[in-house]
């Protein structure tokens, strides 16, 4: 057997909300291989939503592919609550979502007003006895194909974490590699001896990786293994535990980071529904905003004298970049 991790990010551009970085673990025999996956349990997953709807198939697929505001949330929900119930995870309400993707996101959401206190029942746009159907025939045919699901796992960077990275690593898009890269660590450590296969999407159009990898396993010698723009790969590691990082274009087009999309998405939407209802409660009729550059400059200055008035940080509230 080996171990097949994918890694994705929601909130890389947003002024507001927090960045969202998620990684999934899979089981599946020697040889598959990530882009294998699908395929391999076409029975009970699809990329297409439309094949899973009103059936025991559930769709995973890029996050951009399942959600948009006029679509809502229903097919990122019946896919993760398929997969969480893999993982003996059964959320009821906001919270518990956070808890069982990103708990360490919970002390930090503490400090930032439009989260300390906040809390719905979810799923928000499905039924959830409905989805609670859907975690046996899907754990059944992993089951059939030899797949298991291992781990799924979030880290949210918050504005004020957000601001403290760039002023740490210089840019954005330094900031992503070396929280994916840390998450990716982390996952690997308490896998058993056997080869493990990273699948990253491609980091603000960088192409070399190797001194990253370097930093965040100082212990192995980084082997490159071709670098540029399509894909860029990397082995290192013992003969029993090799690991091979695959920093490639359209990662998502491999299962493991297609549900790691859809878990980044998910949060972020769940934070930002917090962040808008917030707001909204103190300035009824406020339109809504998704965060990104040119709309969160109108909802900026449509808050600025409320902010001043409730004496909430610009640190806590604005992503520098």
């Known amino acids: 057997m080996e171990y097949l991790i994918g890694t994705d990010e929601a909130g890389y551009a947003p002024n507001f ?21 699908f395929e391999r349990l076409a029975p009970v997953i699809s990329e297409r939503p439309e094949r899973a709807a009103g059936c025991p198939r559930v769709a995973i697929a890029d996050s951009k592919a399942l959600y948009s505001p006029d679509r809502g949330l229903r097919h990122l929900e019946r896919g993760l609550w398929a997969t969480l119930g893999l993982l003996d995870h059964r959320p009821r309400c906001w919270r518990d979502v956070w808890q069982a993707l990103a708990p360490d996101a919970i002390e930090p959401m503490r400090c930032v007003p439009w989260y300390a206190d906040y809390d719905r029942p979810t799923p928000l746009d499905c039924d959830g006895e409905d989805l609670a159907l859907l975690a046996e025939p899907l754990r059944a045919g992993l089951a059939a194909a030899g797949v ?6 979030s880290r949210a960077v918050f504005a004020h974490q957000f601001n403290d990275l760039i002023e740490q690593h210089g840019n954005k898009g330094a900031a992503l590699s070396h929280e994916t890269l840390a998450l990716a660590a982390r ?11 990273v699948i990253c999407d491609k980091h603000g159009g960088r192409n070399r990786y190797g001194d990253l990898l370097a930093e965040h396993f100082p212990d192995s010698f980084i082997e490159v293994h071709g670098e540029g723009g399509p894909r860029s790969t990397y082995r290192f590691g013992p003969a029993d535990r090799r690991i091979q990082f695959t920093f490639r274009v359209r990662a998502e087009a491999c299962l493991p980071a297609a549900l790691a999309s859809m878990a980044s998405k998910y949060l972020r939407e769940l934070a930002m529904r917090a962040f808008n209802d917030y707001w909204r409660g103190h300035l009824p009729g406020l339109e809504p ?3 990104y550059p040119v709309d969160a400059k109108r909802f900026r200055a449509a808050i600025a004298q409320k902010q001043r008035q409730l004496k909430i940080d610009d640190r806590i509230l604005w992503r520098q970049r």
């Open 289 to 291: 905003t998704a965060g």
């Open 148 to 153: 298991r699901l291992v781990a799924m796992r």
């Open 187 to 197: 996952m690997i450590d308490p896998l058993p001896p056997a080869p493990v296969s």
């Open 17 to 37: 909300g927090p960045l969202v970085i998620s990684a999934t673990v899979w089981e599946a025999p020697d040889g598959v291989r990530g882009e294998d996956l």
